[in-house]
Nanobody, 124 residues
Framework: QVQLVESGGGLVQAGGSLRLSCVASGHTLSNYAMGWFRQAPGKERTFVAAISWSGRATLYGDSVKGRFTISRDNAKTTVYLQMNNLQPEDTAVYYC?????????????????WGQGTRVTVSP
């Protein structure tokens, strides 16, 4: 049973940057696509970014394209989310997730393991 633990969240001013990390234990991640989702207060969980098992393919939500970058280090069983030019609307709890396949990665039903989340707050 894989366990995912996110870190790197915090409080940042608009225009600032944060890098989130997701470390896996109990299972290798090298054969699985991984994704990041977020949930703002009072809103549904939404897709942020996903990366293929090899790292060669990435997918981003429209609201973060050009600002966020997803990457992975399979040797370290870690997935990263570099977030630049953060805006108040990026405020949310960010979740890392492991996918059961390589298709439909923007859909949270494709993921079978989730972390507990890390909170990101962006002040104006």
């Amino acid at each position: 049973q894989v366990q995912l633990v996110e870190s790197g969240g915090g409080l940042v001013q608009a225009g600032g940057s944060l890098r989130l990390s997701c470390v896996a234990s109990g299972h290798t991640l090298s054969n699985y696509a991984m994704g990041w989702f977020r949930q703002a207060p009072g809103k549904e969980r939404t897709f942020v970014a996903a990366i293929s098992w090899s790292g060669r393919a990435t997918l981003y939500g429209d609201s973060v394209k050009g600002r966020f970058t997803i990457s992975r280090d399979n040797a370290k069983t870690t997935v990263y989310l570099q977030m630049n030019n953060l805006q108040p609307e990026d405020t949310a709890v960010y979740y890392c997730a492991k996918s059961g396949g390589d298709l439909g990665l923007s859909n949270d039903v494709r993921y079978d393991a989730w972390g507990q989340g890390t909170r990101v707050t962006v002040s104006p």
